[in-house]
Antibody
Framework: EVQLLESGGGLVQPGGSLRLSCAAAGFSFNSYAMTWVRQAPGKGLEWVSTISGSAGSTFYADSVRGRFATSRDNSKNTVYLQMNSLRADDTALYYC????????????WGQGTLVTVSS | DIQMTQFPSSLSASVGDRVTITCRASQNIRNSLNWYQQTPGRKPKLLIYAASSLQSGVPSRFSGTGSGSDFTLTISSLQPEDFATYYCQQSHSPQYTFGQGTKLEIK
């Protein structure tokens, strides 16, 4: 069974930094791209970033490019989202998900970790 | 980036109704279109991938059609547990994008 567990969320001041982690289990981690999706309170889903299985490629939404960085440690089956220069509009529940190699869909999701950016 | 537009943004329907939700891409994405269902307080659930393939375990009343830039999700006979928000997502470009969502409410 695929398991994804996010951690690292919390309250941070505007301009601050936070690093989220997503620990994976139940599948061959280095064979799959992983993605981060966020959902602001009462809003829709917003794709944030994707990293390839080898970590050779990363992709970012325009709203976070230059501020966020995604990385992974395949020896620890963990993907990270380093968030810098945080703004109030980054407040959201952050999910990690596994990217299907066939269709690029997200069949497996974590429960999410909440990031609140406020002074 | 590829923009995804869903309509309607909200929809009221009754148990037993047939409903259709539409998703339009800003460019040709072939069949790289996925559909998700989300109920309040829950994580999203994949329903349909590659425009028309039913995810394992999803009831057959859900179906997806389309290719190119226009896609539809149909629920053939609404059940009480289907009242939720539905999102499309394109996977043609690695800058994946979601539609803004369609909230399906009980009439």
């Amino acid at each position: 069974e695929v398991q994804l567990l996010e951690s690292g969320g919390g309250l941070v001041q505007p301009g601050g930094s936070l690093r989220l982690s997503c620990a994976a289990a139940g599948f061959s981690f280095n064979s799959y791209a992983m993605t981060w999706v966020r959902q602001a309170p009462g809003k829709g889903l917003e794709w944030v970033s994707t990293i390839s299985g080898s970590a050779g490629s990363t992709f970012y939404a325009d709203s976070v490019r230059g501020r966020f960085a995604t990385s992974r440690d395949n020896s620890k089956n963990t993907v990270y989202l380093q968030m810098n220069s945080l703004r109030a509009d980054d407040t959201a529940l952050y999910y990690c998900a596994r990217v299907s190699a066939v269709a690029g869909d997200f069949a497996s999701w974590g429960q999410g970790t909440l990031v609140t950016v406020s002074s | 980036d590829i923009q995804m537009t869903q309509f309607p943004s909200s929809l009221s329907a009754s148990v037993g109704d047939r409903v259709t939700i539409t998703c339009r891409a800003s460019q040709n994405i072939r069949n790289s279109l996925n559909w998700y269902q989300q109920t309040p307080g829950r994580k999203p659930k994949l329903l349909i991938y590659a425009a028309s393939s039913l995810q394992s375990g999803v009831p057959s009343r859900f179906s997806g059609t389309g290719s190119g830039s226009d896609f539809t999700l149909t629920i053939s006979s609404l059940q009480p547990e289907d009242f939720a928000t539905y999102y499309c997502q394109q996977s043609h470009s690695p800058q994946y994008t979601f539609g803004q969502g369609t909230k399906l409410e009980i009439k």
